[in-house]
């Protein structure tokens, strides 16, 4: 069987730019995506790397279902997606799971943390039971390095990086084979952004989960990704092994990536 468990084919996503205010006749599309054709392995990490705006999120959106595509098609395990039935899409919808830049934007303020780790396992009828769903909850939050304490305390009360591991817990108690990981270190300090990278590592180390790490920064993804797939305006001009496309870039763009990075670093 194939290892493949996520895959995007031919990928188009047009935006309308510009209507005509009477008609509603759109008179310019901008192109978001151009062709993008991805596939993500069980258990490893994809790096999808490229500047802002070149259409990073849109590809994690389309593969986690959050965007339809204008264009293109995602196959889970083989599958196209939008042939599933309710059932299968349910599975899909609990193993592929996410992490965004912005934790607490994506928390609603006035519930617990409990609540919060709960909200998955409610939602898609993973655990009827209240007992299971704490004890789940705690497990996680032992996982991610947190007290259990934590889980009764409201987002406005804990840092940046505590909520971020709540965002890790959440994205992981339903026990996901894909987490979607858009920017998830990059509003963090640089201490912060190394103890939750290592986080995710150890946790794949344990739970074999794979991830699609996007990134504008190429520093970032070469410390997690075994592959990479580099994006600029729309397309993925370069990909391969991580040490390959780090190594020896064959694309300019890449090259200019890596010296932006290493540039601000120095
Ligand atoms: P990235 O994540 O790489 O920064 P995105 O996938 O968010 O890029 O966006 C790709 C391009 O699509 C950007 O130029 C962005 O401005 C444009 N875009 C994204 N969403 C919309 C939208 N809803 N309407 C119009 N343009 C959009
Ligand atoms: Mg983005």
Request: charged share 30%; hydrophobic share 40%.
């Amino acid at each position: 069987m194939s290892d493949i468990l996520l895959r995007g084919e031919d990928l188009v996503k047009e935006y309308a730019v510009k209507k005509t205010p009477l008609t509603g006749k759109v008179t310019k599309v901008f192109t978001a995506l151009d062709g993008v054709s991805i596939e993500l392995k069980a258990g490893e990490t994809l790096g999808l790397v490229g500047e802002s705006g070149s259409g990073k999120s849109t590809t994690g959106d389309i593969l986690g279902d959050l965007q339809k595509p204008t264009k293109g098609t995602v196959f889970y395990k083989g599958k196209d997606i939008r042939s599933f039935t309710p059932e299968e899409y349910q599975v899909y919808r609990r193993n592929v799971q996410y992490i965004f830049q912005d934790p607490k934007g994506s928390m609603n303020p006035n519930a617990r943390i409990l609540d919060i780790l709960e909200e998955p396992l409610i939602t898609l009828k993973i655990e009827k039971s209240e007992a299971a769903r704490r004890a789940k909850a705690e497990d996680m939050i032992q996982k991610v390095g947190l007290e259990k304490a934590i889980l009764n305390k409201f987002p406005g009360e804990i840092s940046g990086g505590q909520c971020q591991r709540i965002a890790v817990a959440r994205a992981l108690i339903t026990e996901p084979e894909i987490i979607i990981c858009d920017e998830a270190v990059s509003a963090l300090d640089v201490s912060v952004q190394a103890q939750i990278l290592n986080l995710l590592k150890d946790l794949q180390a344990r739970l074999h989960v794979a991830y699609l790490f996007i990134s504008h920064d190429i520093g970032v993804v070469y410390h997690m990704a075994d592959r990479i797939c580099v994006m600029k305006n729309g397309k993925i001009v370069e990909r391969g092994i991580a040490e390959d496309v780090l190594e020896k870039p064959q694309h300019e763009y890449t090259r200019q990536l890596l010296e932006c990075s290493f540039a601000k670093k120095a």
